[in-house]
């Protein structure tokens, strides 16, 4: 099964599947992100895989272990929007609004992210880990970032990196969970920005487009 999270940046492990657990993943991360996951997905998912869903049960005997290497190679493929040089708290900052705008891109990814990541908190479902390690590993991009640019002389106030890192990612899921329910009054992006802004001298790039990593698996 997986090695590596897939999410400890440029430097760090990328996600290590074997080969039909790979093309799955894949094949369900593309399948949620036209329609979320429903009804017949499993067998959509499989055929796409070049498989049968009698082996897609033999690789993934629980159907939520799928679902999350899913989430875990979205989040690997999203590493490539990261800066080049961890030592880059605005280029960071700036990842940490295009990683909200890329869940803005996939809706059906986010849908499913917000779905597991509430029964997620169980200690026994299979993505428990995987949450955890997630925001853990939010939390230090964002804490990093903020510490870089405090040194930088760039924070317009004093403020604490992990209470503001907290407060922005708990400011992303609830925007998220809001854009989900509607979409035409919220501006994830937008919002989140603001909030950020608040801490810098010069506020953050205004919208800028970024391609949306491709989940095929390798031939």
């Known amino acids: 099964m997986t090695h590596e999270t897939g999410i400890q940046g440029p430097a760090g492990g990328r996600l290590r599947l074997e080969l039909d657990e790979r093309a ?13 996951w429903r009804d017949g997905s499993a067998e959509r998912v499989a055929a796409a895989a070049g498989l049968t869903l009698d082996d897609l049960r033999r690789t993934y005997p629980d159907e939520r272990e799928l679902l999350v290497d899913a989430l875990r190679l979205r989040d690997d493929l999203g590493i490539d929007l990261l800066p080049d040089t961890p030592r880059d708290g605005r280029g960071l900052l700036q990842a940490f609004i295009d990683i909200a705008r890329f869940g803005t891109e996939t809706p059906g990814t986010l849908e499913l992210f917000s779905t597991l990541a509430t029964a997620s908190t169980a200690p026994d479902h299979p993505g428990h880990e995987y949450f955890r390690a997630r925001y853990a590993w939010l939390r230090g991009l964002l ?3 903020l510490r870089e ?4 002389g760039e924070l317009k106030r004093r403020c604490d990196p992990m209470d503001v890192a907290a407060q922005a990612i708990a400011l992303l899921d609830g925007l998220q969970i809001q854009w989900l329910l509607e979409r035409d009054a ?5 919002l989140l920005r603001g909030f950020l802004d608040r801490y810098l001298h010069e506020p953050l790039e205004p919208a800028r487009p970024i391609r949306v990593p491709q989940a095929a698996a390798p031939a």
């Open 24 to 36: 799955l993943a894949a094949a369900a991360l593309d399948e949620i992100r036209v329609s979320g």
């Open 143 to 145: 804490v990093d970032a």
């Open 149 to 152: 640019l405090e040194e930088e």
């Open 186 to 190: 919220i501006d994830v992006e937008g």
